[in-house]
């Protein structure tokens, strides 16, 4: 197993990994440091949130979150004066993108 991937650390994080693959993580983790980190700083920024959601009841407007989820949902392609595909920074934001889309419903939920 590689090391985990933003969405991974995510589902993982926000309990939303079928349990099949939390073991493979779980394992994967005792073994990589680098993984636990990006983990350990996912909750604290799952906590973080939570935290400023509660004491000052900040809530995403319904606007917001449709657009973030219609940018994640876009495909990563090259940009009007790219004379090359995208590259792997375009992907990288669109999957923080998603992570932060993922804590804000789930920030929700609870």
Known sequence: MGHLGPEAVVAF?????PAKYAHRVRVH?????ECRADIH???????WIRECSV????????????KLAGIANQGAG????AEMPAHRPRQDFLDKV??????IRHNQRG
């Open 13 to 17: 994080v926000d309990g939303e990994m």
């Open 29 to 33: 983790l005792v073994h990589c440091a």
């Open 41 to 47: 700083h996912q909750r604290n920024a799952a906590e």
């Open 55 to 66: 004491d000052s009841h900040v809530k995403a407007p319904d606007s917001l979150m449709a």
């Open 78 to 81: 090259p940009g009007p004066d």
């Open 98 to 103: 998603e992570m932060v889309v993922r804590a």
